[in-house]
């Protein structure tokens, strides 16, 4: 569960937009956004500024005072998550957006941002102390406790879990799960159904729990990577449903599945292929003795050598040795190299086109606003300072008419494009750099003579571990 504090900013807002916008922390403002203003330091300010003097008597920029601490122009949470949660920076963001919404309310203006650049994930979400519609946020204690309330609500939603203080206290199973249980439909069994039947379709593990998260699972990151579906009383560990659900056998299953295997090899054996060639013929061989963990790449299918998941990966991994003509560790290393440079150099792009395409939504919702309502009249108070930060903004960004907002339009468009075709470019640069990597890291694996003993070694725990299972139950 995330820490919260809070700072109370009262001379320092336009500062303090700036530390938390900046891109070398948000990996090129990547993970920043906004409600009701500009997701810019600068033009943040001056909306916010707008805002706070309709309601206020007192200057935004107005210098601290000769006595006392002066009254606060913004709170400044800072939302901190602990690195063994393993929550990504794009989680994180979801989860700060989603905060700022349930906390502070729809007309509130707040600027979002997640700092990546820390051995801990954190976001930063600056809130104006006055609404649109002129509601006053106080920064004390009392609303402190209120707003960590709401952030450990909005982390319970995303499957991320406080303490759980009733922990070996004797917890019973439910009366739906063992009504489940007992006419053969268990948790653990729908759960393998529901990942066999994403697996072929996602990019990666990520993808998969996302995936996943959508369809009402719970899942928690930690040691090992547990889900929970929706009336379910217990988190279940993922190594628990089988070998083959485990956090790397279903990144390989990912990973090698479209691959393929049984490449044609034509050309003269290289050291690396016949070092391939000659482990493949081991690993089969400990598969039909079962002497190895039966992983299957096909859960719904019988456990074979065919359906073996280390026997089809290293196979798979030889078909791209030999499709690519890869005859040595060096040539190897020179293709993870480049295909990370790759997609390095697409990831920086992408993050320009995507803050540039965050930008012009923002503007064109903006212009949006004020070209409705100053077509109006009789406006309301609310609607009259809203028209008042919008014209801030088109002030700002030189927009007067509306064949501006159709300029606006056709480069957002453009824009939108751009994106879609680098992240395809960035998602097989990605997918290249881990495949080979795969590859690399098996090789060295089985070079150092360690591949086989441990496939063995494995094997071996397995079994004492389900003799000594079966040996308590039996007491």
Same mark, same amino acid.
């Given at each position: 569960?995330?820490?919260?504090?809070?700072?109370?900013?009262?001379?320092?807002?336009?500062?303090?937009?700036?530390?938390?916008?900046?891109?070398?922390?948000?990996?090129?403002?990547?993970?920043?956004?906004?409600?009701?203003?500009?997701?810019?330091?600068?033009?943040?300010?001056?909306?916010?500024?707008?805002?706070?003097e309709s309601y206020s008597t007192e200057r935004f920029d107005a210098p601290p005072p000769k006595k006392g601490k002066g009254s606060v122009k913004a709170i400044h949470y800072i939302q901190s998550f602990d690195p063994k949660d393993n929550i990504s920076p794009e989680l994180a963001h979801r989860i700060a957006k989603a905060f700022a919404r349930k906390t502070f309310g729809d007309d509130c203006q707040v600027v979002i941002a997640t700092h990546t650049d820390r051995g801990h994930i954190h976001s930063h979400i600056l809130v104006n102390t006055y609404t649109l519609?002129?509601?006053?946020?106080?920064?004390?204690?009392?609303?402190?406790?209120?707003?960590?309330?709401?952030?450990?609500?909005?982390?319970?939603?995303?499957?991320?879990?406080?303490?759980?203080?009733?922990?070996?206290?004797?917890?019973?199973?439910?009366?739906?799960? =063992?009504?489940?249980?007992?006419?053969?439909?268990? =948790?653990?069994?729908?759960?393998?159904?529901?990942?066999?039947?994403?697996?072929?379709?996602?990019?990666?593990?990520?993808?998969?729990?996302?995936?996943?998260?959508?369809?009402?699972?719970?899942?928690?990151?930690?040691?090992?990577?547990?889900?929970?579906?929706?009336?379910?009383?217990?988190?279940?560990?993922?190594?628990?449903?089988?070998?083959?659900?485990?956090?790397?056998s279903l990144a390989s299953r990912i990973l090698w599945g479209d691959v393929g295997s049984g490449a044609v090899l034509t050309d003269e054996p290289s050291p690396l292929r016949k070092c391939y060639e000659a482990v493949i013929g081991q690993v089969v061989l400990l598969a039909a003795e079962k002497k190895k963990v039966p992983r299957r790449i096909k859960s719904t299918e019988p456990y074979s050598p065919e359906n073996d998941l280390d026997v089809h990966r290293l196979s798979a991994q030889l078909t791209i040795i030999s499709r690519e003509r890869i005859r040595s560790i060096g040539e190897l290393e020179g293709k993870i190299e480049s295909a990370k440079a790759s997609y390095e150099q697409a990831m920086r792009k992408l993050n320009i086109m995507t803050t540039e395409q965050e930008r012009l939504s923002s503007l064109i919702h903006q212009a949006e606003i004020y070209f409705d309502l100053s077509g109006k009249t009789d406006l309301t108070d609310m609607e009259q300072l809203t028209l008042t930060v919008s014209r801030q903004s088109m002030l700002n960004n030189g927009i007067s008419e509306k064949s501006d907002l159709d300029h606006l339009d056709s480069k957002l468009q453009e824009i939108e494009k751009q994106i879609a075709s680098l992240k395809e470019q960035h998602r097989k640069c990605q997918q290249a750099y881990t495949v080979y990597s795969d590859i690399a890291k098996t090789y060295r694996e089985i070079s150092q003579s360690d591949y086989i003993s441990k496939l063995v070694e494995e094997e071996r725990k397995r079994k004492t571990a389900e003799k000594s299972r079966r040996k308590s139950v039996s007491l």
């Open positions: 569960m995330p820490y919260v504090k809070s700072i109370s900013v009262r001379v320092t807002v336009h500062k303090t937009l700036k530390y938390i916008l900046n891109p070398d922390k948000t990996d090129g403002l990547l993970y920043t956004s906004s409600m009701n203003c500009m997701t810019s330091a600068r033009d943040a300010y001056l909306e916010m500024k707008s805002v706070f519609t002129g509601r006053k946020l106080n920064a004390n204690k009392t609303t402190l406790d209120r707003v960590k309330e709401y952030s450990d609500r909005v982390c319970l939603a995303f499957g991320i879990q406080p303490y759980d203080k009733s922990k070996g206290k004797g917890k019973t199973v439910s009366h739906h799960e =063992w009504e489940n249980r007992r006419q053969g439909n268990s =948790w653990k069994q729908k759960l393998r159904a529901e990942i066999d039947s994403l697996i072929g379709s996602v990019k990666n593990l990520d993808e998969l729990l996302y995936e996943l998260e959508l369809k009402g699972y719970e899942v928690k990151k930690g040691k090992y990577i547990s889900l929970k579906a929706p009336g379910q009383q217990r988190f279940i560990h993922m190594k628990t449903l089988g070998a083959e659900y485990a956090a790397e």
